[in-house]
């Protein structure tokens, strides 16, 4: 019985298959390729919003926590550097996001045994998912100064400077109530956190974000997340007073009422 089939051709359960050459096979690459290029933007996009949506979340937990903080603390406002001596530990809580685990307003998000939140590199809520670099750099630029102390401190948050500092001060902060928050929808209280590089200096916060030092994190496609002192959560593109020394001389940031000087 002669075989009329080609070597390209196979007979399988009566039908018959073409095999793809080399050029034909190259196409179908060709054109996934291209389907991935076009797919990828929209990729990035679907997970960076994904990343935006968690950070709101983050931002929620933080500003329940911080009225959780209200409710046991007489109204006062948490300030972003409380320095809460605890035995236990024989060390200083010297930041507002410490003292919020230590209270267990928010779930421990792992660390060391003497609750310096991993440290400084941010976990669980006190993480933001579209935020990239690992450590503040420091301004000698050094190993230690690197990995330890002008590092994230345990959070990619920062409540607002002027949440405990005095206007028209450099001095001593001072304990705030929430009651006497002039514009409370309007003023911030927690926010997007990030370094600031001018020159050969470095400036990292380890609690605070403030304009002056143009800390505030504009990483959500150059936006920011913040709570603000009414407890609503705001995205951002822009912030008052970037840059300006005397950033209290707006609602948004300054917590006291006007003529601000």
Request: a positive charge; glycine letters at 8%; one cysteine or more.
């Amino acid at each position: 019985m002669n075989n009329h089939l080609t070597p390209n051709k196979r007979r399988v359960s009566g039908r018959r298959f073409r095999r793809f050459t080399l050029i034909e096979l190259l196409v179908v690459i060709a054109i996934i390729a291209i389907l991935a290029a076009m797919l990828m933007p929209a990729l990035q996009q679907a997970r960076e919003r994904a990343n935006a949506a968690q950070c709101v979340s983050n931002m929620k937990n933080l500003s329940l926590a911080s009225f959780n903080y209200g409710a046991a603390c007489d109204d006062y406002i948490c300030q972003g550097e409380p320095n809460f001596f605890v035995t236990s530990f024989n060390r200083t809580l010297y930041y507002w996001q410490e003292l919020f685990v230590y209270m267990k307003l928010i779930p421990y998000p792992g660390g060391d045994v003497q609750g310096q939140l991993n440290n400084g590199k941010p976990l669980g809520i006190l993480q933001c998912p579209s935020e990239k670099t690992g450590f503040v750099p420091s301004i000698t630029g050094t190993t230690e100064n690197k990995k330890i102390w002008n590092t994230w401190k345990g959070t990619h948050y920062g409540a607002n400077w002027w949440n405990s500092h005095e206007p028209r001060s450099s001095g001593p902060v001072r304990w705030k109530k929430a009651f006497s928050v002039y514009h409370p929808s309007e003023a911030y209280n927690l926010m997007d956190k990030t370094f600031y590089a001018s020159g050969a200096a470095i400036y990292g916060e380890m609690a605070y974000a403030r304009p002056y030092e143009q800390s505030v994190g504009l990483r959500h496609s150059g936006a920011f997340n913040v709570a603000f002192h009414d407890g609503h959560i705001g995205t951002l593109k822009e912030y008052p007073r970037r840059g300006a020394g005397m950033a209290w001389k707006d609602v948004a940031w300054a917590l006291d009422p006007p003529p601000y000087k």
